[in-house]
């Protein structure tokens, strides 16, 4: 028996995640872990960045921050006070599909934090006030303020090297501006529309009675009422997605020179495979870029779920003082090859090695909460209902059939030319001070 | 300037203006549940599980501290070097653990993943795995520590990439090294910024670097720290045996003692800024403070957790909360071996920096005379220590922190692990240490980014020190 073979019996019965729904709609799944000092909950909405109404995009994000201010009819900060208080963990996080409530607190405080959570998805649409929404636009304008720049840009910038012009999926230029325009009625449309119980799903992980949960959730939340209006669709993949995509050389140019190019993998159907391909293309590249290793700081790969694809991000960071230039024909020579290089990714214990890499790092998330009950809610949403310890015997039986034709898929296109934004600057690092 | 204006034409590409906003349907009424509202009932607080910790001490060898918790399913392992006394060490701590890292990297078997750290207290070097594979684990770990040979296969190439490196990520540091330097001066060692680093790394040769690590990662010097479920971890004698202890070490300097807070002379207020274009400016207080061993030490952690506040916090609800005028106020608070640190601040609109200030002073000052009461106190400790049992509840946190206490010469011990100072901290106790360690002449303001709207108010208040950017050869 192989040491990955053993996995299930070293961490105990395969379990899953128990889960059910309400009459209305909402959807709970439930992970209890009597061992643990803590719970997690997460409020999942299958809208983020991306979606909402027409013409009105960041408004989902903004709306994060309004109900994170006033939870329904609790009182202004009410809510995270308290959990403060009781020494919790909170935030609201909105990605590209969707919005996430997280919150980490102590098992007494369970009940209480699902009466906020109750609140936050049936009463926020008459409790937001114009102040509310003046003050937090303000702060969302701050917060965009320190997440913009040239990461942002580049990220653009390749969005728009594959998917069309209005793509709901690139994120928006304006989008600081964008959130000023918001009115009232526009927030309070989004919470019809997306704050109800049959667009939700509520993860619970940690330390509760599962028994007394479900009762108290169904009693709580199932006096909710969800609206006559039929759900608004969900952002959807884009028609172009299987045509050509571009390479593009990037450059953050206030530090270091990069280059980097992009795949499409298609989502929802298989994560851990998945994830095995990207890092099986990842440590690919690497193995081609070796010998330049003296001129590469940092080989990353990025990746964020976009409705039914994932989009993979590649990225080569060189070293201060370094021209990347002897990198780039190799790089652009070593992607043109992808195609025909399938096989030697899979050469000797290559798999393997990806496979340990990867359970390795859900192995870290295995004992926290908040990992367990975030990968609950997500996993639903993607329709990828796996627990961690079912991912990890996936992992552990996964074999070359599983994987290639993820790979196959991605890399079947002729990419497009590449495309030059370099420009780099000596990059300086000491410091001396100058009295004024 | 061509290329940055061909990405700035492909960004701005198809986002030339706000999109349109056709109207929105009308809202309907809301339906009305019709039943009453529940509340919620109350929840005992359930006992605390708590990892069951066991030190292992002898003397002239390193300790073990093992720490089972039930449920949990896979394992940590880290060996803890308090920081080196030496400044030559210290200088190199960076690239011997480096070499460490990547040769422990290398030697593990599939199902493992390499850690290091380099904390303010100490490193940190070790590994997670699967409980089935904790054995080869440590045998290659011990096998390192024995004979750290192979971590030296090419070494020049080695420290050439590190040093890259290094000088690459340097960047992230900045701020700390720039108030550290306007603390201490720059002279200082504490104060040593990337470029010392490099020159001294650019120096040591292989002799010599094998020479430090000998002192660096001297056993005698060290914990190991395991944490992991029942069964999991391997027993002591298996542990000795195979990393057996190599007797008492004599090469260990006296450490320098850092004078806390270091004497200021000149009464004046300081301000450190580093100019760049940007929409806001991050403004922070700095303080230091008392090493962990230290008996202020409890109290100025409680002023941290009073100072931070969070949502609560004085700087949030006067200008996050009212005003928009930033997207968050809080500190930081990292610990030394020889003392603490606390930055206060945030990121904010420049119109709105002096007001920023101008809470710190407030806050500051009505712990200085006491306008604080014992429930705050209590308020903030206990907030403290329940976040500590939440987090402390998978093996590489636990891990971390237990290496932390043990390098920083605090007691290994699951309830040191919490939160000892939220046991008998006294109101008087922070009125005490805050006029020892909030003194204003005790403080320095570091602000980073668009200074052109408080740049004359600031020269107007004290004395304005603008840092440059210059080449490290």
Redesign the interface.
């Known amino acids: 028996m192989t040491?990955?073979a053993?996995?299930p019996l070293?961490?105990?019965a395969s379990s899953s995640f128990e889960s059910f729904t309400l009459s209305n709609g909402l959807q709970v799944v439930l992970d209890p872990?009597?061992?643990?000092?803590?719970v997690a909950v997460v409020a999942a909405y299958p809208v983020g960045r991306s979606g909402g109404?027409?013409?009105?995009?960041g408004l989902s994000h903004l709306v994060e921050h309004l109900v994170f201010?006033r939870a329904g009819r609790v009182g202004?900060?009410q809510a995270?006070?308290h959990l403060?208080?009781?020494?919790?963990?909170f935030n609201g996080t909105t990605h590209p599909g969707y919005t996430l409530y997280e919150c980490?607190?102590?098992?007494?405080?369970?009940?209480?934090m699902?009466?906020y959570e109750r609140e936050r998805m049936g009463f926020s649409?008459?409790a937001v006030t114009a102040d509310d929404l003046?003050?937090?636009?303000?702060?969302v304008?701050?917060?965009l303020?320190?997440r913009g720049g040239v990461g942002r840009?580049l990220y653009?910038?390749r969005l728009?090297a594959f998917l069309p012009?209005?793509s709901p999926w690139?994120p928006?230029?304006?989008e600081k501006?964008?959130v000023q325009?918001h009115t009232l009625?526009?927030v309070?449309?989004f919470l019809?529309r997306y704050h109800r119980p049959d667009n939700a799903i509520l993860a619970i992980s940690g330390?509760f009675d599962a028994e007394r949960t479900r009762r108290?959730i169904q009693?709580?939340f199932g006096?909710?009422?969800a609206?006559?209006?039929p759900l608004p669709a969900r952002v959807g993949a884009d028609p172009r997605l299987a045509g050509p995509k571009a390479s593009l050389e990037v450059?953050d140019?206030g530090?270091?020179a990069g280059l980097g190019r992009v795949w499409m993998f298609p989502h929802r159907s298989g994560r851990v495979y998945r994830h095995l391909a990207r890092d099986l293309l990842h440590a690919h590249l690497s193995r081609a870029l070796k010998p330049h290793?003296?001129r590469i700081?940092d080989r990353t790969t990025r990746w964020e779920v976009l409705g039914s694809f994932e989009v993979l991000s590649h990225e080569v960071?060189g070293?201060?003082?370094?021209s990347l230039d002897p990198v780039a024909a190799d790089y652009a020579r070593a992607i043109a090859e992808l195609p025909e290089s399938i096989d030697a990714m899979f050469e000797g214990d290559r798999l393997?090695?990806a496979k340990?890499?990867l359970?390795?790092r859900y192995?870290?998330y295995?004992?926290?909460?908040m990992e367990r009950a975030k990968l609950a809610a997500t996993g639903w949403l993607e329709e990828d209902t796996m627990s961690f310890e079912q991912v990890l015997e996936q992992i552990e039986t996964a074999t070359v059939t599983d994987v290639r034709p993820m790979l196959e898929h991605a890399l079947s296109t002729q990419p497009l030319p590449v495309r030059?934004?370099?420009?780099r600057d000596?990059?300086?690092?000491?410091?001396?001070?100058?009295?004024? | 300037?061509k290329?940055?204006a061909?990405?700035a034409m492909?960004?701005?590409?198809?986002?030339a203006?706000?999109?349109?906003?056709?109207p929105?349907?009308p809202?309907?009424a809301?339906?009305?549940?019709g039943?009453p509202?529940?509340?919620?009932?109350?929840?005992?607080?359930?006992e605390?599980?708590k990892a069951d910790l066991s030190t292992d001490h002898r003397e002239g060898s390193y300790d073990v501290v093992r720490a089972i918790?039930?449920?949990?399913?896979?394992v940590s392992v880290s060996f803890t070097f308090p920081k080196h006394a030496s400044p030559k060490v210290q200088r190199v701590t960076g690239l011997l653990l480096h070499l460490a890292y990547q040769r422990l990297d290398a030697a593990l078997?599939?199902?493992?993943?390499a850690l290091s750290f380099d904390r303010g207290t100490g490193v940190q070097l070790g590994f997670?795995?699967?409980?089935?594979?904790v054995e080869a684990c440590f045998e290659a770990l011990a096998e390192l520590l024995k004979d750290p040979s192979p971590a030296f296969e090419d070494y020049t190439?080695k420290r050439?990439?590190f040093l890259?490196?290094l000088?690459?990520?340097?960047?992230s540091t900045?701020g700390l090294?720039?108030v550290r330097?306007?603390r201490f001066g720059?002279e200082h060692r504490w104060a040593e910024?990337?470029?010392t680093q490099v020159r001294a790394i650019a120096k040591v040769r292989e002799a010599r670097a094998r020479e430090r690590w000998d002192r660096l990662f001297d056993l005698s010097r060290g914990t190991l720290v395991m944490a992991g479920g029942p069964g999991h971890l391997p027993p002591l004698e298996q542990i000795r045996s195979t990393l057996p202890a190599p007797g008492a070490s004599s090469t260990e300097e006296a450490p320098e003692k850092l004078e806390v807070p270091p004497a200021r002379t000149d009464g004046g207020m300081r301000f450190?800024a580093l100019w760049f274009d940007?929409?806001?400016v991050r403004v922070q207080a700095y303080h230091v403070g008392p090493a962990p061993t230290h008996p202020d030490y409890p109290a100025f952690r409680a002023i941290a957790q009073l100072l931070d506040g969070?949502?609560?916090g004085e700087g949030n609800r006067s200008l996050?909360?009212?005003?928009?005028?930033?997207?968050g106020v809080g500190s930081e608070f990292s610990v030394g071996r020889d003392f603490s640190e606390l930055l206060w601040g945030g990121?904010?609109?420049p119109e709105q920096a002096l007001e920023l200030m101008l809470v710190h002073e407030e806050m500051t000052t009505r712990l200085r005379i006491g306008e604080v009461s014992q429930a705050e106190v209590d308020?903030a400790l206990?907030?403290?220590?329940?976040?500590r049992?939440?987090?402390?509840?998978?093996?590489?946190s636990l891990v971390q922190k237990l290496a932390d206490c043990a390098s920083a010469g605090v007691p290994t011990t699951y309830e040191a692990c919490l939160a000892p100072e939220a046991d008998g901290v006294s109101k008087d106790d922070v009125v005490r240490v805050a006029r020892t360690y909030l003194e204003p002449i005790n403080l320095e303001w570091l602000f980073m980014g668009e200074m052109g709207t408080i740049k004359s108010r600031l020269?107007f208040m004290g004395?304005?020190?603008?840092?440059?950017?210059?080449?490290?050869e």
């Open positions: 040491a990955l053993m996995l070293l961490l105990g872990e009597p061992h643990r000092n803590s109404p027409p013409g009105r995009r201010r202004r900060f995270v006070e403060q208080d009781v020494g919790g963990q980490l607190i102590p098992p007494s405080e369970l009940e209480t699902l009466f649409r008459d003046r003050l937090e636009q303000a702060i304008a701050r917060e303020e320190l840009d653009r910038a728009q012009p209005s690139i928006s230029k304006l501006e964008e325009e009625e526009d309070r449309w019809e330390r108290f009693e709580i006096a909710l009422v609206p006559e209006q450059h140019p530090k270091e290793t003296e700081h960071e070293k201060a003082s370094r393997d090695r340990t890499r359970q390795v192995l870290r295995l004992d926290t909460p030059t934004f370099a420009e000596d990059f300086d690092f000491e410091l001396k001070g100058v009295e004024r | 300037m290329t940055r061909a990405l492909l960004l701005l590409s198809g986002c203006g706000l999109e349109a906003r056709p929105l349907e809202l309907a809301r339906p009305a549940s039943q509202e529940p509340t919620p009932g109350p929840i005992a607080p359930p605390l599980v918790r039930p449920g949990n399913r896979y078997p599939a199902g493992a993943r997670v795995t699967l409980p089935s594979k190439t050439r990439d890259q490196d000088v690459s990520s340097s960047w900045l090294n720039l330097m306007g720059a910024g990337a470029a450190h940007d929409e806001q969070g949502f609560r996050r909360h009212e005003k928009g005028a930033t997207y990121p904010i609109q308020s206990a907030s403290l220590r329940t976040q049992a939440t987090r402390l509840e998978d093996p590489e020269q004395t304005l020190i603008f840092y440059k950017r210059e080449k490290a």
